[in-house]
């Protein structure tokens, strides 16, 4: 046989896969039907189980992988159907329909540090209209959210060199509140110490900051010693008046401290940037939000993630980001954070989301919010 004969041959077999799936897809919605009728959950892992071992085992020792996922991907696609049938993830559902579209102009916001930290550049530019109370940490902060003694709180989630910041990342997982907004600057690190300090030996600033200077610190051979915020250590130095002591910390707190810079945009990487988001314990979804926050866990059965990240891109829908931290108390069992693109007032979006909430252990909806596309200067 030539090339453009096995091509035929091909394109034969798939016109009779494609009828096959379709009068699959039929079955499924007939399925749909009599679990309506009877009050049948949607996921059933022993029966799909059953299947990915038979098809695997039809398929031999060459194709048994590949055959489990091509039927894990049909599975998915066959429960999303029915989910659709079955009006599923009530509580998602009506959260849609209930949740306030606009965020309250007055409100009282916490954040980590203190003036002049870049906590502080970001929570102004989320909430231009209020002027934020500090907090000694990134968990005051949650628990300022949780005794309602703030309405948002602003944190620091991810950064382009030094990665996620895990501390905040275990709290949102904790606490499950909503993300309401988020915004993302560039960030300038600035070694800055008292006039007339005499030689530098050791520097001060978060762990975060340490991180993305460390070029920097290791070719002068400084002794490091990490700090609650960048600009606390700012505010630290200039109480303390320390001799031979320099800080990692933003531009406007060195200002705010009275210190002076010894050099400036000391980080690694010169396009070094941070992203920070709003957390509340109302849910909040904007007509114009296109980002989407979830955390679950999953079930312990091989395929069972890559099952659950296809449903998005058979939905069209662009992932940005997935975070894996441990479950407390357990043994090598991990909670998924999930970013992607999209909005809940978009019905693909929304029968995803409902599905998966209906399916997946631990499952929280975490929001859906504006960002901000272009990235603040600090």
């Keep these: 046989m030539d090339l453009s004969e096995i091509r035929q041959e091909i394109d034969q077999i798939d ?32 029966r799909e189980q059953k299947i990915l071992d038979k098809v695997a085992g039809l398929a031999g020792e060459e194709y048994a992988g590949a055959a489990r996922l091509l039927y894990s991907s049909i599975m998915a696609v066959s429960r999303e159907k029915q989910h659709q049938m079955m009006d599923s993830g009530d509580a998602i559902r009506r959260l849609a329909q209930t949740a306030p579209r606009v965020l309250p102009r007055i409100e009282r916001v916490a954040c980590p540090g203190v003036s002049g930290s870049f906590t502080h550049r970001a929570a102004q530019r989320l909430f231009p209209e209020s002027e934020p109370s500090f907090c000694v940490n990134f968990e005051d902060v949650f628990e300022a959210v949780a005794r309602g003694e703030a309405d948002f709180g602003v944190v620091p989630v991810e950064n382009s060199t030094a990665g996620s910041v895990n501390a905040v990342f275990d709290l949102i997982m904790k606490h499950r509140f909503f993300i309401v907004g988020a915004t993302s600057l560039h960030i300038h690190h600035h070694l800055c110490a ?15 900051a340490l991180a993305q200077c460390s070029d920097m610190l290791q070719a002068n051979g400084y002794h490091t010693h990490e700090f609650s915020n960048t600009a606390a250590a700012a505010q ?18 060195a200002e705010e401290y009275g210190l002076t ?10 396009n070094n940037c941070t992203r920070f988001i709003a957390i509340s314990r109302t849910c909040y979804l904007p007509e114009d939000a296109r980002k989407i926050s979830l955390c679950f866990s999953i079930p312990h059965l091989p395929g069972s993630l890559n099952g659950v990240l296809c449903r998005f891109a058979m939905n069209g829908l662009n992932l940005t980001k997935i975070e894996s ?33 209906d399916e997946l252990p631990r499952f929280s909806f975490l929001g859906n919010y504006r960002e901000d596309e272009e990235m603040g200067e600090t």
Excluded at 194 to 208: E, F, R
Excluded at 261 to 270: A, G, M, S, T
């Design 194 to 208: 008292l006039p007339d300090s005499g030689t530098i030996t050791d520097v001060y600033s978060h762990p975060q």
């Design 325 to 357: 931290r441990p479950i407390p108390g357990k043994t090598f069992e991990y909670d998924f954070y999930l970013d992607f693109t999209g909005s809940l007032h978009d019905p693909h979006s929304l029968n995803l989301i409902a599905a998966l909430s």
């Design 236 to 253: 630290m130095l200039a109480n303390t008046r320390q001799p031979h002591t320099a800080v990692l910390c933003p531009r406007r707190a």
């Design 15 to 46: 016109n009779e896969l494609i009828a096959l799936f379709l009068r699959r897809m039929h079955c499924s919605e007939e399925v749909a039907r009599y679990k309506i009728a009877n009050g049948v959950p949607v996921f059933d892992a022993a």
């Design 261 to 270: 810079i010894l050099q400036e945009d000391v980080q690694n990487v010169k």
